[in-house]
């Protein structure tokens, strides 16, 4: 049975990670990752809560060595760790964090020794051994298991990490706005660096100026992990950025003006990652050059009938995609929306997350989705709704500006303008958070 190596830096004093008080080498990671193996109690199944990166990782690798697995939801609401709960009654929690009050076995991430260690061999671990389970955020429905194994996401990130160049960069560093506990965040921040031979940054920035430091705090070259709100913010702000040498989105496709900005403000190149929970990442595209999306080496999509279907490459077992794919070549497709997002109305059809686009790109206008209310019964036609952050602008002229692009039907009744969005960590925006909000200023 092959075995992969856990990472894919080979000289003891080769830099794997960035804390807060320097740099991390190889070999002081493995020594960490051995203490807390150490530490951990019989439970097979840990729900990782540490908040900076490094110590997340830690208690990844510590995990995979040990033979447990890392459950990885989007968020540590009560009702989500009850559901947990349920799902492994042995999980215990990893923190690092005086104030979690989470109902679950604890440990606390230790003071680590720091003195001299033995040189430590690189664990090898078995490509079948299934190191994680990532839940769905429940942006559309009940948060759903997705198992991984190790080899299917080493493939993942050595061919991102490929598409993306990190091999040309020499002591490239990985600064990440989006949590490790996110699938995107996850490969991107996390499994990407130990298998590229990048290092890591510990720290997870939300706020313009906190990116700014963090970028600021490692030195060059930078690659800046990411995500739309992030990015549309940082822009925003507009701060002083330090020198970025690649900028990756994911989570929601960019708009091409927004693309543009981000290359002209950072002076860089931005690479957008498409792929979802289930199937992982398997896809990127350069947007201010082209729609179309290209497939990783080895994944195809294979259409059946409405539904297509992703396989081969890391990909174990075909998986139904949830979006509306239109394949343009055997390596190509464009990207049409989800399909649970499409709305009927009066016999037309639209998606909201094409309603949104154009939202978003009107002047002025710095965050909106569209929201499609429950039916209350066959009689009644349900209207389209709307949030907006647009300060400065007024309804009316919201309305208007949204007539010029879309049919009459379409346009939100009612349209709220408030003053922000209940996005999650990743810039997502799940269905029962905006349900709340409506029925909060509704």
């Not at 040309?168 to 991107?188: A, D, K, R």
């Not at 963090?214 to 800046?224: D, F, K, Q, S, Y």
């Not at 989570?251 to 860089?268: K, V």
């Amino acid at each position: 049975m092959p075995s992969l190596p856990l990472v894919s830096h080979n000289s003891p004093d080769s830099i794997i990670a960035w804390r807060a008080d320097g740099a991390v080498t190889l070999q002081q990671f493995l020594s960490e990752v051995s203490q807390l193996a150490a530490l951990f109690p019989a439970g097979r199944h840990l729900l990782n809560m540490c908040s900076d990166r490094y110590r997340f990782s830690v208690g990844l690798a510590a995990a995979i060595v040990a033979g447990k697995i890392s459950l990885l939801p989007s968020t540590y609401a009560p009702e989500v760790v009850r559901q947990i709960k349920t799902f492994a009654p042995d999980v215990f929690c990893l923190t690092d964090s005086d104030l979690c009050t989470v109902d679950l076995p604890r440990l606390r991430y230790p003071v680590m020794n720091d003195g001299p260690q033995d040189e430590l061999a690189i664990p090898q671990i078995k490509a079948t051994q299934h190191i994680a389970v990532v839940f769905t955020s429940g942006s559309t429905g009940t948060p759903q298991p997705h198992p991984k194994t190790w080899g299917a996401l080493v493939g993942s990130v050595q061919a991102e990490a490929q598409r993306l160049g990190l091999g040309l960069l020499h002591n490239c560093t990985l600064i990440g706005t989006v949590p490790p506990q996110h699938m995107y965040g996850f490969e991107s921040t996390v499994l990407m660096a130990w298998h590229s031979g990048c290092a890591l940054n510990h720290a997870q920035p939300f706020y313009p100026a906190d990116i700014c430091r963090a970028l600021a705090a490692v030195p060059a070259p930078r690659v800046l992990v990411s995500s739309p709100l992030h990015l549309r913010t940082l822009l925003a702000a507009g701060l002083l950025l330090p020198e970025i040498t690649q900028v990756v989105s994911a989570t929601a496709p960019l708009s091409a003006q927004l693309a543009q900005e981000i290359e002209t403000r950072c002076n860089t190149q931005l690479i957008e990652i498409y792929g979802s929970t289930e199937t992982g990442q398997i896809a990127t595209r350069h947007p201010t050059q082209s729609c179309a999306w290209q497939l990783f080496p080895g994944i195809k999509l294979a259409i059946e009938g409405d539904c297509v279907r992703a396989c081969g490459g890391h990909i174990e077992t075909p998986i139904a995609m949830s979006d509306t794919i239109e394949p343009v070549t055997d390596k190509l497709f464009l990207l049409h929306g989800r399909i649970a997002d499409l709305v009927n109305i009066g016999g037309k059809r639209h998606s909201l997350a094409s309603l949104d686009h154009l939202l978003n790109n009107i002047p002025g206008v710095a965050d909106g989705a569209f929201y499609m209310p429950d039916e209350t019964s066959a009689d009644h036609v349900t209207r389209l709704a709307a949030c907006v952050v647009a300060p400065g602008m007024d309804a009316s002229n919201l309305l208007a500006a949204l007539r010029e692009h879309i049919d009459p039907v379409f346009l939100p009744r009612p349209l709220l303008l408030v003053d922000a969005l209940p996005r999650n960590s990743t810039g997502k925006l799940p269905r029962a958070a905006l349900q709340a909000l409506f029925q909060t200023c509704t």
